[in-house]
């Protein structure tokens, strides 16, 4: 079962990293459109309505592209094409992101189970022009149709209706537990779950990316601040790490945390975790909204409530380092032994 979880995390990570090719750029253009409108509606005239267009086709096309990537991992290319017809199938009939990975899973474990069929030499062609792409669809795209799809575009319609229609204290626990997710262990794969969720949510609701955002900064610069106010508690590389670990954390790269939990796992992982959970609920009570599916600062721009925002990234990053101030020993450098004086002998010694 451990093998098959891990399996089914590595194919989902690698359609990950394409798909965040298509809703970045879709999410900030269609941010941007918006800013440029001036109202929180379809902008209808102007260069607005063009970057709207953008927007709207990287958003549009990343659920195809998680399902036809993850059948590509699966099964190479010859599960491709299963695997975005089904996962677009997924989108059209409102099955919405788990349509789409639950499609691509199918068919690429279709294909993968068709390429065990060995055929005689002369009909090899017919295996990857018909035979994987005709059968593999007929599964993944039939699955959603006649079986799935309906169920989870119900499933979809109720819980974005539940977290739409969470405000105030009831978007605490929420925010505790993604914001833990992206804490602890700074950009694997539960805090890629948390990401995903948020990212894929991005266009019908940008609140979830207003917390998830400022947790995953939250981790370098709070470890980075760390390392000014308490620099006792840390070596120069430390120092000179923590300086690049803000940078990193500005840029959204939660990843910039990670050298100091791998030397003091015990303390940081747990200070991290709870630093992004405060982040993100802080994000998520003053109704942040980020459009752009990334995090940092970099993402102000395109942010709505950014007071907000900035002071769920100041709040969370003040626990990381003021935890740190306090838990962390002070750093003592090895001792090494050195011969003071040369020994010199001689002939005439003896």
Not at 274 to 301: K, R
Not at 337 to 345: A, K, S
Request: charged share 15%; proline share 5%.
């Amino acid at each position: 079962m451990k093998k098959i979880l891990k399996e089914i995390q590595k194919h989902l990570m690698s359609a990950t990293s394409y798909m965040i090719l298509f809703v970045v750029p879709g999410g900030v253009f269609y941010e941007l459109s918006i800013m440029i409108n001036g109202k929180a509606e379809m902008p209808a005239q102007g260069i607005a309505v063009e970057l709207n267009q953008i927007g709207a086709a990287g958003l549009a096309l990343f659920i195809p592209v998680l399902g036809g990537y993850i059948a590509y991992s699966i099964a190479d290319k010859a599960g491709s094409g299963p695997g975005f017809i089904g996962a677009y199938l997924a989108r059209e009939v409102g099955a919405g992101f788990l349509g789409g990975m639950l499609a691509g899973f199918l068919a690429g474990y279709t294909v993968k189970a068709l390429k065990k069929i060995k055929l005689r030499k002369e009909y090899r062609t017919l295996e990857t022009i018909f035979l994987y792409p005709l059968v593999g669809t007929l599964v993944s795209g039939g699955a959603i149709l006649f079986l799935f799809g309906k169920p989870l575009a119900v499933f979809m319609n109720w819980m974005t209706a539940r977290l739409n229609g969470m405000s105030g204290i009831s978007k605490v626990p929420l925010g505790l537990l993604l914001g833990a997710m992206v804490g602890i262990d700074m950009g694997g794969p539960i805090n890629k779950v948390a990401y995903t969720f948020a990212q894929t949510q991005v266009d019908t609701l940008p609140y979830l990316m207003g917390g998830i955002g400022a947790a995953g900064a939250v981790p370098p610069i709070g470890i980075g601040l760390a390392t000014i106010f308490f620099n006792k508690k840390f070596s120069e590389e430390e120092r000179n790490s923590g300086k690049a670990a803000i940078l990193m954390g500005c840029m959204g790269v939660t990843e910039g945390a990670i050298p100091f939990a791998t030397v003091d796992p015990v303390r940081m992982i747990p200070i991290y975790t709870l630093g992004s959970a405060v982040a993100c609920m802080v994000g998520f009570l003053f109704g942040v909204t980020n459009h752009a599916p990334w995090g940092g600062l970099i993402v102000l721009p395109v942010v709505e409530h950014r007071f907000g925002y900035i002071a769920a990234v100041v709040i969370g990053a003040m626990v990381v380092a003021v935890l740190t101030g306090i838990l962390k020993k002070d750093y003592v450098p090895e001792k090494t032994t050195e011969i003071e004086e040369d020994i010199e002998l001689t002939f005439e010694d003896f």
